[in-house]
């Protein structure tokens, strides 16, 4: 059974094209009037307009087709032509019924299911992660979910940046800054040493510390000083060339990075199907570089070589796309164009979804149209999906009080903080032992931080508050947890009590509204999809928890009759589950209490 605004929007549909109109004017949507109507059709409105005829008299010809519909209470016309439906309370509780039988609490599954791939969280090896990755992280992760709940196959990619100029500008910076390490890395490459096995004991010194402080010195020397970025350039390319030294050096980079991203992730609850970094595509460079020469695509320019992908139609001018640098080395770009071909190659996805930062769009673009020149994508199959910053309360990307970058993991620590302190000052989690407190404050640290950020819509930037984001109150992750356990402490007791759930009947206005908005979900997920927008989900989620909390306060359910009492149990089984969906689409978990 299909989702009630589906299956209604159908018998509107009908009934429009019985009258000879266009039949997708019939389409539904839930009332915006809740106390007048639970469902509601506008399209007499544009019906008129086309036929010349006035909109009540065509609201009318439409109602009355649909009154003898068993499904509806009543159809009624208001204003200028809006067509206002009210559902049977036996449509509803055959609907409830549905829905709390149904392990997916009433979403539906894609008919036609494809291989997705989503890019995403984009941390690069030998610089921890900041707050920049953050969205990146937490809104590819809901993406991948989210494709991944309504039916496709999907994978996630980290795609580390492991392979790029920042790769030569530290391994420059460490030789400096440690004679004897920059004596071996030279010894090294001069010498025909094996690539795999162990890396060499002076290299082991290096710590992820050490490259994190090194880096933003290096990058800004690299900026003012010619020789010195000539240097990163010709170390880069020696990376590329796999000469022993830098790449030895560089395997310890990634080593000692490896465990740091991995502990941020987990912590918040990221998770990666592929862990694959630019270097992995490097044995494809090569023969693609050949392959663009044989299509002629590839330009000289000044000793480098480019795709030009500009059209005539730009409104501004993009750049063209560079393969291959004047020191032979490949670029940001041409490690993604071969990425778009590894991935064709060992899974061919129908789409490709890169979540990355809004100020990439342009790098997307350019990438995107030299794929689809050189035939390894079809036009459309590669979609960038940008957000915008969270800010400071400066309005401006957020920054430390000293006005540095905030490391992801001292977020981490700062939201899980928080979250102690709101747990101890709500009362909650008092009887627990240290680990199950730790747990609990952790998965509502993380609730704080996806939903704060998925609740807006990802192009919207919006302003870091971690006191509103740990609020157990409002539109927050917290609350949201919060109801979820309420619900859970609520059924074990039932079962405490001996108390069953049984056969759903609607009769109470607070009942009618949570079937209603349980009907929603289907919704919000294709809708979701559809924008590649999680907000709606999150939107979902909360309009849920606050509809539960209304059937709880108007609804006594332990103390009804045994019949009412049962029903409501079931009632309140499948907002559970449909809330435990929703957060886990968002990528946010639920604890058992608090
Ligand atoms: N590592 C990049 C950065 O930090 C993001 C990678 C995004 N993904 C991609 N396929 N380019 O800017």
Redesign the pocket.
């Known amino acids: 059974m299909s989702d009630l605004k589906r299956a209604l929007g159908e018998a509107v549909e009908a009934a429009f094209a019985g009258l000879g109109l266009p039949a997708e004017l019939g389409r539904v949507t839930a009332s915006d009037r809740p106390d007048l109507a639970d469902f509601q059709c506008n399209g007499a409105l544009p019906a008129a307009k086309r036929a010349g005829k006035n909109p009540r008299e065509i609201a009318t010809a439409v109602a009355e087709r649909l009154k003898d519909d068993p499904r509806l209470a009543s159809v009624e016309i208001a204003g200028p032509g809006f067509i206002n439906l009210r559902v049977a309370d036996h449509t509803l509780t055959v609907r409830a019924g549905v829905i709390a039988a149904d392990d997916r609490a009433g979403a539906e599954k894609l008919a036609s299911p494809r291989r997705v791939l989503v890019?995403?969280?984009?941390?690069?090896v030998a610089k921890p992660m900041h707050v920049?990755?953050l969205r990146?992280s937490i809104i590819g992760e809901s993406v991948k979910r989210l494709y991944r709940f309504r039916g496709d196959q999907v994978l996630g990619d980290a795609?580390?940046?492991d392979w790029g100029y920042q790769m030569g500008l530290l391994i420059g910076a460490v030789m400096d800054e440690d004679a004897e390490i920059g004596g071996l890395v030279e010894r090294l490459n001069a010498e025909d040493a094996p690539l795999s096995g162990p890396i060499p004991e002076p290299f082991q010194r290096v710590s992820l510390e050490d490259l994190d402080r090194l880096y933003p010195l290096s990058a800004a020397r690299g900026k003012d000083d010619p020789a010195y970025r000539d240097r990163a350039r010709k170390l880069t390319a020696d990376l590329q060339a796999k000469k022993a030294g830098c790449y030895l050096l560089w395997r310890r980079f990634r080593e000692v990075t490896h465990i740091a991203l991995e502990r941020d992730f987990h912590a918040l609850g990221v998770d990666f199907d592929l862990w694959k970094g630019e270097s992995d595509v490097d044995g494809l460079i090569a023969p693609m570089i050949a392959d663009l020469d044989a299509k002629h695509l590839l330009i000289d320019d000044q000793g480098a070589r480019i795709i030009r992908v500009a059209r005539p139609e730009d409104k501004k001018e993009l750049p063209p796309l560079l393969v291959v640098s004047s020191e032979g080395s490949a670029m940001?770009g041409t490690?993604?164009l071969a990425?778009i071909l590894d991935r064709q190659q060992s899974f061919d996805p129908q789409l490709v979804i890169?979540c990355?930062?809004q100020r990439?769009a342009d790098?997307?673009e350019i990438?995107f149209r030299a794929a689809y020149l050189a035939g390894y994508a079809k036009e459309g199959q590669l979609e960038h999906i940008g957000f915008g910053t969270m800010n400071g309360p400066d309005g401006k990307p957020f920054k430390t009080r000293e006005g540095g970058v905030l490391k992801l993991n001292d977020l981490i620590e700062m939201a899980r903080a928080k979250a102690r302190d709101r747990l101890h000052e709500a009362g909650l989690g008092e009887a627990f032992d240290e680990a199950e407190f730790e747990d609990v404050a952790g998965k509502v640290a993380v609730a704080a931080l996806k939903f704060a950020d998925l609740s807006n819509f990802r192009g919207t930037s919006y302003v870091f508050d971690l006191d509103r984001f740990t609020s157990f109150e409002g539109r927050t992750g917290p609350y949201l947890l919060y109801q979820a356990v309420r619900v859970k402490s609520l059924l074990r007791r039932a079962t405490e009590e001996g108390a069953a759930a049984g056969p759903v009947t609607i009769a109470e206005p607070a009942e009618r509204d949570l079937v209603l908005t349980l009907d929603a979900f289907e919704t919000a997920l294709a809708e979701a999809y559809d924008k590649k927008a999680p907000n709606a989900v999150a939107e979902h989620a909360y309009r849920l928890s606050q509809a539960f909390s209304r059937f709880y306060a108007a609804c006594p359910i332990l103390s009804a009759e045994p019949a009412v009492r049962s029903s409501r149990l079931t009632l309140a089984g499948a907002a559970l589950k449909q809330l435990e969906l929703a957060l886990d689409v968002l990528g946010i978990a639920v604890p058992e209490r608090m």
């Open positions: 890019d995403y969280g984009g941390p690069n920049g990755h990146a795609h580390f940046g940001y490690t993604d990425t890169y990355v930062d990439q790098h997307f990438v």
